[in-house]
């Protein structure tokens, strides 16, 4: 979700350029065991990213919001339901992720 969310944010069309390198990305990095969790992409080699989404500024949004979920808790799931449950549409730009260079209200949204 969070890489889906990212790629979205540069405003390509969602089904033919954003799904297929999402999927991309899940089968190079998440299901061959190289990213297990959001605090593994946070930590993840922005270069090593770019050889499926070329757009650094999608990653530093990625790796920003995997960073701060990820102190939320150790759990994935848990750490995106705590984030929802307590993000506000009122102000959405002061939350730490709205403040993440990139995230815009529609990041928030999705």
């Known amino acids: 979700m969070v890489v889906d969310a990212a790629f979205t944010s540069i405003g390509l069309n969602y ?43 999608s990653w530093a949004m990625a790796k920003g919001i995997a960073s701060h979920l990820s102190t939320l808790s150790e759990d994935d799931k848990l750490a995106l339901r705590t984030w929802a449950t307590n993000a506000r549409l009122e102000n959405w730009w002061e939350d730490p992720i709205g403040k993440i260079k990139g995230v815009g209200l529609f990041s928030i949204l999705g």
Do not use: H, M, Q, Y
């Open 15 to 57: 089904f033919t350029s954003v799904v297929p390198k999402v999927e991309e990305f899940s089968r190079k990095f998440v299901e061959s065991g190289r990213i297990k969790n959001l605090k593994e992409l946070a930590a993840a080699d922005i270069n090593e990213l770019r050889e499926v989404w070329k757009n650094r500024r």
